[in-house]
């Protein structure tokens, strides 16, 4: 009995795909009603097996009924491409570039195919035997002269795509562009360069087609064993590997195309160390001074001389000093000689390389002789440091205990040097024992051995000296000792 579900379920699950094939076979649904009729025993666990299988019938959704496969849309091919031009040319070729087509298709684009032919002819012949997949080509081997006519085709699995043509033939020729020599900044100027260093410059020009590159120096053909020049089509270098003075000048670049040209100058200035002075002399010596005079040097080392550098030697030690450098008069005055010396001068030339390797040295020397002078040394009038006394440091009240020596302080400055003295109640202290009087240096101090109750009062200090006198005084309070209650029972 438990076998009888299973038709059930296949035929529940069959139904929904037959609905719109038969109509009438709905009807045998009910097919199962017989089952209860079976013993009660076996009929129980069938109801709720086949109560299931009609809960999930309704929850299937309706299949659809299967439609035949779609025939695949027919290949197209793409639309044409866009924006052809030309990008370059010379005399036996010629570079276009062109845009994707604005429509490709799901096919894709498998590549383009470039035809030319001649104007006035329409024997269209492709260029490339392979198709092109970037949007750039270059049609080589032409014929200088010719006129072509050329298009592209994009080319995928439907086909080839409509052309797109350029509006005009094209002429196979080199594209004239006038020569201009591009000299840059730094060599506009007088180009400076030092005895031995390498030179090296790089001057750009333009022109097409390739320019003619010529060079000349101070208007003559260039020496090839001192000048090596190499040019490219952009830029063209003037080389010289270790530079001498022979080959400063002024370089003249030509450029030339067809009956075009364009030149360009740059000075070259290679320099090095000067010359010494060609002479130099001492024309006067007074008192402790020298007038030195000297000429240029013949040698200037090819550049101007900035300033000389003056030296002295004393003749009994030999050693140079330098006195004025980077000096531009050809005379100079030395001065603050010492006297009874006797000096020599040399002078070195100075140039934007440096100093001369050596100097000129005067021939004659300078002697300084002693002459007899008369010191009368200044007067000076002698300053009146006289003052009357003046306390710096007042005295101030104190208060001390009995039997505990105390000390009074207190300071004055006067000129000439004040009298001192100590009062006790506007009593002279004088020489007692129990105090004592020191004042040094202006510090006055009074000492007052172990006081007692009779001690305290008013303890005054007077300087006294020829311009006058000064007070001041202060109040000692003497304490009886703090005695314990235990003490005094």
């Known amino acids: 009995m438990p076998s009888k579900p299973a038709p059930i379920k296949k035929a529940a699950k069959k139904e929904p795909a037959k609905k719109e094939e038969k109509a009438p076979e709905p009807e045998p649904a009910p097919a199962p009603e017989p089952v209860p009729e079976a013993p009660p025993a076996e009929a129980a666990p069938a109801e709720p097996e086949a109560a299931p299988a009609e809960a999930e019938a309704p929850a299937a959704p309706p299949a659809e009924e299967p439609k035949a496969p779609t025939p695949p849309p027919p290949d197209e091919p793409t639309s044409a491409p866009l924006d052809l031009f030309i990008e370059d040319k010379n005399d036996t070729s010629v570079a276009i570039i062109w845009s994707q087509p604005e429509t490709v298709g799901p096919t894709g684009l498998d590549g383009y195919t470039i035809e030319v032919c001649k104007d006035g002819t329409e024997d269209w012949k492709a260029v490339n035997e392979e198709l092109q997949k970037s949007c750039r080509?270059?049609?080589?081997?032409?014929?200088?002269?010719?006129?072509?006519k050329i298009r592209v085709v994009a080319v995928n699995a439907g086909g080839r795509s409509p052309a797109v043509t350029l509006p005009e033939a094209v002429l196979v020729k080199e594209v004239a562009d006038r020569p201009k020599v591009r000299l840059p900044r730094y060599l506009r100027q007088r180009y400076v360069a030092n005895v031995g260093d390498k030179i090296n410059l790089t001057i750009p020009f333009t022109g097409k087609p390739k320019p003619v590159v010529t060079w000349t120096k101070?208007?003559?053909?260039?020496?090839?064993?001192?000048?090596?020049?190499?040019?490219?089509?952009?830029?063209?270098?003037?080389?010289?590997?270790?530079?001498?003075?022979?080959d400063s000048g002024v370089y003249e670049m030509c450029v030339k195309v067809d009956d075009f040209e364009d030149k360009a100058s740059l000075i070259l200035q290679i320099v090095e160390l000067p010359g010494p002075p060609a002479t130099v002399k001492v024309v006067d010596t007074w008192g402790f001074n020298v007038a030195l005079e000297w000429t240029a040097p013949t040698d200037t080392g090819n550049t101007v001389i900035t300033g000389y550098t003056i030296q002295k030697a004393d003749k009994k030690t030999g050693d140079w000093f330098t006195v004025v450098e980077h000096y531009h008069r050809l005379n100079a005055t030395i001065s603050d000689l010492i006297m009874g010396n006797t000096y020599k001068f040399r002078v070195f030339s100075e140039n934007k390389c440096g100093i001369s390797e050596s100097a000129t040295v005067a021939k004659e020397e300078a002697k300084i002789l002693k002459t007899d002078i008369d010191y009368k040394p200044p007067e000076y009038k002698e300053h009146d440091f006289a003052e009357p006394p003046k306390f710096t440091t007042s005295l101030t009240d104190r208060s001390t205990t009995t039997g505990y020596s105390t000390k009074l302080l207190c300071s004055v400055r006067g000129s000439p040097k004040p009298k001192v003295q100590w009062m006790k109640n506007q009593m002279i202290i004088g020489d007692d024992p129990k105090y004592r009087q020191i004042c040094v240096q202006g510090i006055c101090s009074l000492e007052i051995r172990r006081p007692g109750n009779f001690d305290g009062g008013v303890y005054s200090c007077k300087a006294q000296n020829d311009h006058g006198e000064a007070t001041v005084s202060c109040k000692l309070e003497v304490k009886q000792p703090v005695v314990a209650d235990a003490d005094k029972k």
């Open 218 to 246: 101070n208007g003559q053909p260039l020496d090839t064993k001192r000048v090596n020049i190499r040019s490219t089509e952009r830029d063209s270098i003037l080389f010289i590997r270790t530079s001498e003075r022979d």
């Open 137 to 148: 080509y270059v049609i080589k081997n032409q014929t200088t002269g010719d006129r072509l």
